[in-house]
């Protein structure tokens, strides 16, 4: 079976661009997770979906930051501006929020460098 | 709100030894508890989980986890360590429903170093 596909594995561009990462859910899930991971502050939460509906965007850093899921099987994460400081992994996870004790899977990151 | 403490940043041990990572939790309800394991350019890979039942749960890779609600704890072992366990270790907690439909609050991690 297809994990979940993260694209692109890498992106640099520089300070000002817009910055599109996508995602596609494991089919059938109908849970979809963002999250960043840094050095200084590790693996944090920014969105979760669920049924394609934001749940809960507290952890999105600023205005800059948005994301969008359009459908069950894809999900964009979009920085604009975007500033040396975003550089990090963005990782995309899903999980099947209809059967309980199901875990999340992850895919394997976008590895995000902003000169 | 959600917390995980995982107070070993980088953990040195033997080919063949026993291993031990430690988890602390902090969460006002029942904790759904996850471990996950991070390869270097890798996304994570659940290692085993926890949400209620037995408190000692059976992994992938030959891992185990015992939950501790005395001890808010949720720690790792192996009792033989391979070379290719090399990678950085996460615990996290969940709420809601599992994981499934909630968010993870995930700790800092823990650099698992395998020496000959």
């Known amino acids: 079976d297809a994990g979940v596909i993260q694209s692109p594995r890498h992106e640099v561009t520089e300070m000002g661009q817009e910055v599109t990462l996508r995602c596609k859910p494991i089919?059938?899930?109908?849970?979809l997770f963002w999250y960043r991971q840094t050095m200084m502050r590790g693996l944090e939460l920014l969105i979760y979906?669920?049924?394609?509906?934001?749940?809960?965007d507290s952890g999105m850093p600023e205005d800059r930051f948005s994301a969008k899921m359009p459908n069950a099987s894809f999900s964009t994460l979009k920085i604009q501006p975007s500033e040396p400081r975003d550089s990090a992994v963005y990782f995309c996870a899903s999980s099947s929020a209809d059967r309980v004790h199901q875990p999340q899977h992850f895919g394997d990151g976008t590895r995000l460098s902003i000169l | 709100a959600q917390s995980v403490t995982q107070p070993d940043i980088h953990i040195t041990v033997s080919e063949g030894a026993s291993l031990e990572l430690r988890c602390n939790y902090s969460?006002?309800?029942?904790?759904?508890l996850f471990w996950y394991v991070q390869s270097p350019g890798q996304g994570l890979q659940l290692l085993l989980k926890?949400?209620?039942?037995?408190?000692l749960v059976q992994g992938i890779k030959g891992f185990e986890a015992e939950f501790k609600r005395s001890q808010s704890s949720f720690n790792l072992r192996k009792p033989s360590v391979h070379w290719s366990d090399a990678a950085e270790y996460f615990c996290a907690v969940g709420a809601g429903s599992g994981g499934g439909a909630d968010g993870l609050t995930f700790g800092k991690g823990t650099h698992l170093i395998i020496q000959p």
């Open positions: 979906f669920n049924n394609n509906v934001p749940i809960d």
């Open positions: 969460y006002g309800a029942t904790p759904y």
């Open positions: 089919s059938g899930h109908n849970s």
């Open positions: 926890y949400f209620s039942g037995d408190t």
